[in-house]
Structure formats: C-alpha cells, structure tokens
C-alpha cells in the first residue's frame, strides 16, 4: 500500500465514525464451545484469559487484594477456547477452528507466540501430565481422540494418538498425581435407540422394525403412551414413523430391554437374546504414565452431554457437569402438566393410577442438570443442581426460576476438595457445590455476567474469576461473601445483533418455565445433541396448520408446490413422531425450517418457547426478531474432509459429477433436490415420491460428516444385527438410517454399481460448509524453519487461496523487540505484499517479511475469513487508524473512540 497523508487517515476516522456497527460486521460466528478459558500460572500471580471473539490470550497481573491488571493480549487463532499455563512463563492456547495450539511466552515484555502446533480437526483442550508433566494431552474433538506431545520440546507430530470410543471427546482433568487424564466426551449419547419405521422409500411391507409382525404390535402403528386415546384425534390419524426405545428395566420382565414407552420390549428385533448394545462411554480413563499412553477404562452413564470434568484434589473423584436428557419420553405436552412420580422418570404410568392423571409428555422437563460423581469406571453419586424445585409435584407457576441452574459448564475445586466452584451458562450464575460429603449439595448461587463458562481461583486472595462469554467480561468475586464485586471488561469485536440476540439462545430465566432450559439446551452452541426426540403435540384438533404453496423448483413433478393440499402433502400433522435435532447454524437461504417444514422461518419458532421450554409466553416480537437477527449469523466451521486448498479428492469430485450430472432418481439429479450450494432447494417432497409416511422439506447436506459412524444399526430387521453401536441415531428425520450407503441403496436410486454410491458419499462428506478448509490454519516461523518445505508449501497454499480470493492473509509477531502486524494482498498466485499497522510504512513482500522471522522474533503467518483482513490484522477497532500507530501516539488500538 502507499503511503496515506496524516489529514486522509483523520478524515477516514471520522467517516468510519459514522459507520462503525457495519465495519465491526468483519467478525465470524462460530459460536464455540468454551471447555477451559481461564487458569491460572503455577505461583497465582497471573490470570490467563482466552478472548474467543477477539483471537487473543489476555493475560493479568494479580495483586496482592485480587484485582486484576491487563498485562498484555497476545494475537493467538480463530476460536481460542482453552488454555493451561504449563509453567511460569509459558502457556498452551487452543484454537479450535484454526486446529492449532498457540504455545504463548508469558515474559513481561516478550509476551508473544513462540509455535504453532498444527493438530487434528476441532481442538477443545489440553492437561500436562505424566511423570514430571512432561507430556500434554491434546482432545481432537472431531477426529475422536486424544494426541499427545512432548510438553517441553513438542514437535511438529504428536508422540502418540489415543482413539476414543466416544463422539466429540472435549474437556479433559488430571489427577493430582499427573497418572492419569480423563477424557470427558461430549456427545455421549443416552441409551436411546431409533427403531426403524420407514425407509424414505420404496420397501416392501414388513421391511422396517416397526412394522415388522415381530413388533410388540405386530407390525401396527406404535400407539401412544397409557392414558392418551388413540382413537381420538389427533392421535387417531397418526401417522407411521419410527419410536424411540431406552435401555432400562421394562416392567413385564426383570433385567435391562430396549423398552419404549408403553412398557414395551424391543429386544426381539434388536438382535434377541442377544440385543445391541450401546456401552454409553462418557468418560475416557487415560494411562498418562504408560511408555505409550492408552486409554485404561471408560465410566458410562455420566450424562448425555458432558461439558467439562474437574478432579476433587483430595480423593482423586471425578465430577462431571451435564445435563441428561429425556428424549425418551413422548409429546411436547400433555394434559397434565405435573405428571406422576414414576412417568416423569421414565415415560411409565403406575398401573393404579387413574389415566386421567397420568399422561406423560416433556412438559417443559427436557433434562436433569447435574453433576455426576465417579471414582474410576463407576458412578459413586449425582448432585442435584436444581433442588429448589420437583418436577413432579411442583406447579411450574411456583418455581422460582431465579434460583435455577442451567447448562454447568467449567468448574474448579478447593484445594481442600470441600468445595467447587461450576460456572454455569445458561444462568449467569456460578453454583458453589459442598463437596465434603459424597456426592455434594449445592449451597449457593453467585451470581455473575452473562454466559459464564470458566472460572478460576487464587485462594490467597479469597478471589474468583469467572469469565461471562456473552458479555465478555470477567467477573472478581469474593468467595468469603460469593458476591461479585467488579467486572473487568475484554475488547469485543461482535457486532451489536450477536451481542444483542445471543441471550435468546442462552438464557434459561428469560426464554424457559422453570429456568433450567432454554433453547440451547438441545442446540448446545447453535448445533445438535445428536438425539431424536418425539415433540408431538397430541393436544392439537383440527383443523392442522396448512403447508403453504410454493413456486416449483428443480423437482417441480413431485414437489408439492402450487397444489400443498393434494395426496401426500396436505397440512402438517401434529403427531409428526421422532425426529433428530437439527443445527440452528447457517440457516439463511435454506428455505422454510424444521424437517417438515412447518417453521415458514426462524421467527416462526417463537411458538417453542410457551410450548416447549414452557415460558409463560411467546418471546416479544423485537425479541424474537433479535434472535432471528442472532442466529443467522452462526457459521459451520470448515468441512474438516476437504484438501487443505479447498479442493476435493478425487472421489469426491468423482461424486460431484454424479451428484449434479448424473440421473439417479429417474427423472432426477440429485442436485435437482439437494441444489448447490447449501444442498437444499427449500421445497416440500410428496411422501408419495420416496414413499414414506410425511411430505418433506429437501435438508441441506452441509454437515453430513458430523453424524457419520454413529448408528451401527440397519433399518432393515432382515439384516445382521451388530453386537454394539456408539449412538442411537443416524442420518434422515428419524435417525433411522445408519449410514449414507444405506440410503442411497434404498430402490428408488438407480447407481449401478459400489463405486458411484462410494464417490457421492465421498462428495457429501466432503460438502462445502461455506468455509474454505484453510480458513483459520495457521504456522509461525521461527528463524530455525524459515525453509522448512512443508512450511512453506503450507504458505503456498496460503497465498494461492488469497489470490483466489478465498481468504484474507494476516501476519502476527515480533519485530524490532515489538508486536507488528501486517496485511497481506495478492501479487500473483505465488506471492503476496503485506502492509505494516504503522500507515507510513512500505508494504513487504511476503518472502521478505518471512526472512525476518528470528527466534525471539517469530511471525505467525494465518489465513482468516476474506474481507477480513483489514480488523485481524491492521484496525483491531475498525476506527481507521492502524494498531501500531495507535499505540506510538497512546491512543488504545481497542477502542473506536480513542484514537490518535
């Protein structure tokens, strides 16, 4: 760039002045999960904080009364979520998009990224442990493993790769000794199972479980729990769907069955004597000492989904926050709002109870929050986050949902292990939990800012910190008092409809009955539990709502259309059965919502709150609009599968071909459906057309590859029946297709041979998030690997996405003993010249500006969103005056309004 007059630089102020919300739109939302954000280093002198909006550590000077200086902020990846301060003077950042861990020198006045680690896709956290802490402990949440590195000295590759039989392994613990790490996964699943009740598609009678002669129906429809009258309408035009059955006692005989609701056992069509198992591992149990590290056992039965996992020092027991939920259980609502003792634990009316008080429906009851006690592989207790209050005989209109706890998520112990500390999200409250007797009892409730995901504690100074995520801030709490005394403020660059719309997803006392839930109890971080859940509402009458017309698409002969009340379309019936929990990212441009189709869009969810999360009433309409305003700007990640430039391998782009050129559902393509680039047209399939039981809205296809390898289970009863399966729930709106080659092999496709059902699964997998893969991939030079050739190659790659446009490319570092930063533009595919954050300096060349990485003097080359270049790696606060320029005149570089 040349250089600007100083008289340019101060009109361009002025004028950004008057656009600053617009200009703070140069933000991604990713909407991560938080695992372990704060700690502190070894002697307590210093507060590390990840600011995920921001891509930065934070770090502060601690004084002797508790209070907080900011000492300086350290540029780390995109998503930092965790970080351990390994010793002193250096500490590990995760950064879960940019799959990266930032190894942060913490010397006052050198405080910078010394390396980058490349890892796996999605790191969540990391533990120091082995003998001496000489090994850290990586979680790969999206590839199910734990990596490991040698602490002091880590390589460019882990020593060792630790698979988990478990989905989405995220926060980790260690025990006091460093002997052991324990692993907890997050989608752990609950023992409930998809029993197949239709295909999608053209199968001969008997085919799927449910209408199988062996059924405990013989092959009818599943009617609905005791109480309810089948008869009756809605009930009584039910359509065929698949149920969900949980692994329990069923009453008609002893042991453990795949049981459902009417007390059922399923066992006969889930492999007999010998049925399927879902071992449910919530907890993996590492060997950290072993000379290669292995996991040594699993705890089951934690929870469904675990957020973070804390070991009390004294007794080495594990507690595990997590929520359980109760999927189980039929029907959004019900009659009887109390329910009955027995039927709220398990869906199961007492037989001598009358019906009319005994018809079990959520109810606004969707989990137990808790946390959950282990010592090793077994469960030893369970404390009560929520004791103020029994779902069974209290009223909701009693509860007093002030008191409620919602989503715990990290957590920190006493050194005397009598007491911990649980930050939780959805109540912007931190719930202190008397652990000195087993299991613990919770004895207070502090309350802090909004989102609180972390804490730490310097016991010295009877202090805890506690970081809010929603608002950004850091809350000093007094433990003598557990009163929060002051609030420490990090820069936030979310635009105002993030920070505006967030608590609407969140916040269980503004957006739930009892306070414990809200709607991210389901979609934890704007994403899925990975569940199946039967949210009927058997109390809705005719007439049903009407499925609205719609201009024709690309399927146009089987589309409902311009005529939505003709055979296998018509309205939305109530009774709609099972069906698997959506993500609630990047849903513009995919037409009308939910599976059916029956939300025209995101504000027509308001209908949610007084139903499902039994609110009183429906959110405001300028709420409800901030929370659409909120939610579409949630984006997927990078798809993890795709070649590092974003291109696809050679099966995918093999499936590509037959996805969009090839005739597979005769007169179809299958991109006259599942058109590009989201995967969805938007519009309504007849049932008629892939012979199921209710019209469809087309679902986008863009995170396929989160569910594969979940449900081991074949829709078919005429096929083996596997010994064990980790989920219960696969792909389709039922969860009843165990995998991507099953549904393509249903009749209705015409592939003629393996290999063009393999290449278009290969494609899906592959299927464009609206990321670009490297967004967010980072490495730093060092002096010592300036010519390293993967290194460079890496940078190649770099530079040809931003010539093409893909990706913005900043550089972060040390320079002339200070942080720089530069932005860098396309010359050509092969080179890039990148301007310094001082406006009077000549642009670099992007080879040059590499030469000068020394040690001591490291520069972080990064790939960010395009178009984004500008804040991440010149204007911190988009008020036009560059960082380094800021910072030579003493105006702050975080603040748009103080500026040179």
């Known amino acids: 760039m040349n250089k600007f007059p100083q008289c340019l630089q101060i009109f361009l102020a002025l004028l950004m002045a008057l656009f600053i919300p617009a200009a703070f739109a140069q933000w991604v ?128 590759a882990p020593l060792f790769q630790i698979p988990i039989d478990g989905e989405d392994p995220r926060a980790l613990a260690r025990n006091p000794a460093g002997t052991e790490v324990y692993a907890a996964v997050f989608h ?136 359980d939920a109760r999927n189980h259980v039929r029907f959004e609502r019900g009659p009887e709002i109390l329910g009955d003792g027995k039927g709220d634990e398990n869906g199961i009316c007492d037989d001598n109870e009358a019906q009319n008080l005994c018809l079990p429906a959520l109810n606004g009851h969707l989990v137990d929050t808790r946390l959950t006690v282990a010592d090793g592989t077994a469960v030893v207790g369970r404390v009560d986050l929520n004791p103020h209050f029994d779902f069974d005989t209290d009223p909701i209109s009693t509860v007093d949902k002030t008191l409620s706890i919602g989503q715990p998520n990290g957590m920190v112990f006493h050194s005397s292990g009598d007491k911990l500390y649980a930050a939780a999200l959805l109540s912007q409250k931190v719930a202190v939990v008397d652990t000195s007797a087993l299991p613990g009892t919770l004895v207070e409730r502090i309350d802090v800012g909004e989102g609180p995901t972390g804490v730490a504690l310097k016991e010295s100074a009877d202090r805890l910190y506690v970081l809010n995520r ?155 609009q901030a929370f659409t305003d909120f939610i579409l700007t949630v984006k997927f990640p990078p798809n993890p599968n795709r070649n590092p430039d974003d291109t696809l391998s050679a099966s995918a782009q093999a499936g590509l071909t037959e996805f969009t050129s090839m005739t597979r559902d005769n007169p179809f393509q299958c991109s006259d459906c599942h058109s590009l680039p989201t995967g969805t047209n938007g519009k309504f399939i007849n049932a008629l057309a892939d012979q199921s039981s209710q019209a469809m809205k087309v679902p986008h296809l863009r995170n396929m590859y989160e569910k594969a390898g979940l449900l081991a289970l074949h829709p078919d009863p005429s096929e083996p029946v596997p010994t064990e399966t980790r989920g219960g729930f696969g792909f389709a709106d039922e969860g009843q297709i165990d995998t991507l080659v099953t549904f393509l092999e249903i009749p209705v496709f015409s592939f003629t041979n393996a290999s063009q059902i393999d290449d278009t699964v290969q494609f899906m997998m592959e299927f464009d998030t609206g990321q670009p893969a490297m967004v967010g991939d980072q490495f730093t030079f060092d002096g010592a690997n300036n010519a390293d050739a993967v290194l460079n190659m890496r940078l190649d790659t770099f530079q040809q996405a931003l010539f093409g446009g893909k990706v913005d490319l900043v550089v972060k570092g040390i320079l002339g003993g200070i942080p720089r930063s530069f932005r860098c533009t396309a010359v050509s595919a092969v080179t890039a010249s990148c301007q310094p954050d001082r406006v009077a300096e000549s642009a670099i060349d992007s080879d040059a500006l590499k030469a000068m990485a020394a040690a001591g003097a490291e520069l972080t080359f990064w790939a960010v969103p395009a178009g984004f270049g500008e804040r991440i790696g010149l204007d911190r606060d988009l008020d036009s005056f560059y960082d380094r320029d800021e910072l030579d005149a003493g105006s702050d570089p975080a603040d748009p309004q103080s500026t040179p």
């Open 470 to 624: 929603h608002d950004n801030t850091v809350s000093i709490v007094d433990t003598g008092s557990n009163l929060q005394l002051s609030t420490v403020s990090l820069f936030n660059p979310e635009p105002p409809e993030v920070t505006d719309g967030r608590r609407f997803l969140y916040d269980g006392q503004l957006s739930s009955g009892r306070g414990d839930i809200s709607c991210a109890t389901c979609h934890p971080f704007a994403n899925f539990d990975l569940l199946s859940w039967d949210l009927g509402d058997p109390l809705k009458l005719p007439p049903f709502d009407p499925r609205p017309a719609q201009s024709p698409g690309g399927a146009g002969a089987v589309e409902c259309g311009t005529n939505p009340n003709q055979i296998g379309c018509g309205p939305f019936h109530p009774v709609k059965g099972p069906r698997t929990t959506q993500t609630l990212k990047d849903l513009g441009g995919t037409g009308p919502l939910h599976w059916h189709g029956d939300r025209e869009n995101f504000n027509a969810f308001n209908a949610a709150f007084p139903g499902l999360l039994r609110r009183h009433a429906q959110l405001p309409a300028n709420d409800m």
């Open 29 to 156: 939302n990713y909407e991560g999960h938080q695992i372990h954000p704060v700690d502190l280093t070894p002697d307590g002198n210093r507060l590390l904080v990840v600011n995920t909006p921001d891509a930065r550590l934070s770090i502060f000077t601690i004084d002797g009364s508790g209070n907080l200086a900011l000492q300086a902020e350290v540029p780390v990846g995109t998503e930092p979520v965790s970080v351990r301060a390994r010793t002193n003077g250096e500490a590990w950042v995760v950064n879960h998009i940019s799959d990266t861990i930032s190894i942060v020198d913490l010397t006052p006045g050198s405080e910078r990224v010394r390396q980058t680690i490349k890892t796996g896709d999605e790191p969540s956290d990391v533990v120091f442990a082995g003998t001496g802490n000489l090994r850290a402990f990586v979680s790969i949440s999206q590839r199910n493993r734990v990596d490991v590195y040698a602490a002091a000295s880590p390589g460019t």
């Open 188 to 323: 752990s699943m609950n023992q409930t199972l998809s029993v197949s009740g239709t295909i999608g598609s053209a199968v001969p009678a008997g085919s799927t479980r449910v209408t199988s002669t062996q059924s405990p129906y013989a092959g009818a429809i599943v009617p609905p729990p005791p109480g309810y009258n089948a008869a009756s309408p809605p009930l009584d035009t039910r359509p065929l769907t698949s149920t969900i059955v949980k692994w329990r006692d069923c009453a008609a005989s002893p042991g453990a069955e795949w049981c459902d609701d009417n007390d059922n056992s399923w066992n006969a069509l889930l492999g007999g004597s010998n049925p399927i198992q879902m071992p449910d591992r919530d907890v993996a149990i590492i060997d950290a000492d072993a000379a290669k590290p292995a996991v040594s056992g699993y705890t089951p039965s934690v929870g469904t989904l675990n957020f973070g996992i804390a070991v009390n020092p004294a007794n080495g027991r594990l507690y595990i926050s997590n929520t």
